[in-house]
């Protein structure tokens, strides 16, 4: 058995200013039997993939596998570049029996909003009736087009994204199943009138992680293969954001069409307690003041690079230097131009920056300040937190700079500091600090939960901020809560 593989994957952010090139994807890029060597034995979907596939006997066929880091609309010319290079792949595969496409399922092109329904339309056009099996991100913003083209999707069932490898091995088992005709998949699909945004759909809280265990109820049930809760990514404004629902069953349209009614309705009416509950930077930082153990962790979801945020905002570096913080890091602000710097004046000297505030003028003014170069660093690092395990991730050249009490890892590239690696790489024990501060909304929980004292969900403004209402939506379907007060969802 022979089953084709690879992805063309981003999570697109319609309210950054800043467009995803053909370059970004290059920073993340494999051919052929790269991706095998890429993937093997790490946590991710693609890991759990080839090690099932292993088990089952299946020959994984490589294509092309590259994910550029979230921002703004994909260029036309890069997505029609990739796929192009994507289809040949496909079209030169030699015989196949089915294509398993580890994709997220909120890209969104300059002049398409539905890149992944696109994509997989176009693989089947070239494989006809063969199987295809597709995973997708909790943030998918799933297309009645991805359904109709696809024989199975399977979503995470985690936020942070813990089940990756999981998933994989799911996609594995269920393609082997379809191919040997043990099962014959059939999907029903149902979007709900509803956006929600990061904070409120961690399933490490109570409310969500109720939500995961309704979900594996339902996938229990007999005749169901799989089931998918898709929490939807927000921060686009295209017609088809927010949440859905996808239930597969062996063969029995009527019935997944029942449990996909049923568990979206279950879901629709808990809308209001998705709600996010955010607290002032000033606020943060006297509850840090008064608490009684360390460190007092800032989640600034505004401004997550996993996300599409520019990673390089300065709204909490201005307020901790005010209030004088100590024994503070900030993690991380991405600002080539001040690492230059920071290098060039070297180990133990001081040196006067513009830190960040380079991007989009939403998140805060570059800050002026003279601090003392305590770190520099190649920024290589492997994940050693639960999501992504194993896998190596660089933040180009880096450095500390220490102003007053506040250590600002600065570096060159923009990547989510979910992992406690970011600062231990970089000499920073977490344990050990006071307070921190992380530009990543939920992600970080998985690492950062058993080590900190406190987590807090800062309220700042940008273009990745749980605030739904700061956002000028035009494209998106209406009515939808909770923008619209009337909006209905009706079970079919
Ligand atoms: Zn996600």
Known sequence: MRIATGCIGHETNTFSSVPTSIDDFKNNYHIGDEIISAFRQTSTITGGFIESSEKLGIQIVPLLWTFATPSGAVEQGAYDTLKGEFLDHLRNAGQIDGVFLDLHGAMATEEIEDAEGDLIRSVREIVGSLPIVVTLDLHANITAGMA????????????????????????????????????HPTMAYRQLPLLTSPPAQCTMKPLMSGVVEHLHALETEPGVVTATLSMGFPFADIRDAGVSVLVTTNGDQQLAEHHADKFAGYIWNLREAFNPNLVSVEEAIEIADRAEGHPVVLAE???????????????????????????????????????????????????????????????????????????????????????????????????????GGIEIILTERRVQPLDAEVLRSVGIEPRDRKLIALKSAVHFRADYTPIAHKILEVDTPGVHSPDLFTYDYQKVRCPIYPLNADADFRQT
């Open 301 to 403: 979801g505004s401004d997550n690079p996993g996300g599409g945020g520019p990673c390089d905002g300065t709204i909490i570096l201005r307020k901790f230097i005010e209030a004088d913080v100590q024994d503070a890091v900030i993690a991380i602000i991405a600002d080539p131009e001040s690492v230059a710097l920071a290098i060039q004046a070297g180990i133990g000297n001081t040196v006067a920056l513009n830190v960040g505030g380079k991007t989009i003028p939403l998140h805060g003014d570059p800050v002026a300040l003279t601090g003392y170069v305590k770190t520099i660093s190649d920024g290589q690092f492997v994940h050693k937190g639960p999501m992504g395990r194993g896998v190596r991730s660089s933040l180009g050249r880096t450095t500390v700079v220490k102003v």
């Open 148 to 183: 109709e083209c696809s024989d199975t999707i399977i979503g995470f069932d985690t936020y942070p994204h813990v089940d990756c490898y999981d998933r994989g091995v799911e996609a594995a088992q269920v393609i082997f199943d379809t191919i040997q005709g043990n099962i």
